[in-house]
């Protein structure tokens, strides 16, 4: 008795670790800063892959101020480490609000995508938006960084993460940059129709 035991104990856990993961990977915006983080949106992410599909697991390795350049250090780590069968790359944001040049950028989420396709994993990119007082040619550009990788890479793109409230101000923190609480279950919303489709071709 004690022997099936044993057994039964160790095919649970190979079931276990062989659950499909989403990986997040990305910055404050992600890592539910300024808020609870069971109300972030990949808590509620979580909660709704549950539902519609038993058996994944989402794992947040969202790191609030994250840079391309400090997600592109590690990502080989983050993906070694947790093996996922979908990556949510959002990242950009911190690149974007310093000022930083848009080809390092690029370089550096193009090394991030190649590194989740070399481990055959399935890759959601997240784009963002600068506000206009940063001028019209790098807005614009930054823009059209995220369409380009898309492209390049033939993955998916989530072109806003905030298209959905990023008018309305009293949806955001007292800093203006991070939504509050009550915005999570939008961001959720929209990155689950674009996820939705990956885990349906996954069947």
Known sequence: MRRLWLVLILLFSCAAQAAPTILVFGDSLSAAYGIPADKGWVALLDQRVRQQHPGYRVINASISGETTSGGRYRIKQALAEHQPAVVIVELGANDGLRGLPLAAASANLDAIITACRNRKARVLLVGMRLPPNYGSAYT?????????????????????????????????????LHPTAAAQPLIMEQVWTSLRSLLAASR
Do not use: C
């Open 140 to 176: 614009s550009g930054f823009r059209a960084m995220y369409q380009q990788l898309a492209q390049r890479h033939k993955v998916l793109l989530l072109p806003f993460l905030l298209e959905s409230f990023a008018d309305r101000p009293e949806l955001f923190q007292a800093d203006g």
